[in-house]
């Protein structure tokens, strides 16, 4: 999982903990992670887990070969004659 819970001194004094997905890009909204009360740490780590999986498992790569031609996001229903499609 691609995900840190960063329990500092900031968040102490503020009850909250701070929960970051790694690996986004520059620039993306939760780059720097988002604070959550303590109470929430659990449901929101569920919520953010699944949400992860989904995106996960709806990227795949097209093999051609073994070589990777493209990769397959949702909704490309037409891969090609001689190419594979590995799911992620």
């Known amino acids: 999982m691609p995900f840190a819970v960063i329990l500092g001194e900031d968040e102490i004094r503020a009850g909250k ?3 970051k997905e790694l690996g986004l890009e520059e620039g993306h909204p939760e780059k720097n992670g988002v604070d959550v ?3 929430n740490l659990v449901s929101e780590l569920k919520t953010r887990i699944a949400a992860w999986e989904t995106r996960t ?3 795949k790569l097209l093999k051609s070969n073994g070589t990777v ?6 909704g490309v229903e037409e891969v090609g004659k001689g190419v594979e499609e590995v799911k992620l």
């Open 37 to 39: 009360d303590v109470s």
């Open 69 to 74: 031609v493209a990769e397959k996001v949702n």
């Open 57 to 59: 498992n709806e990227k």
């Open 17 to 19: 903990i701070k929960i």
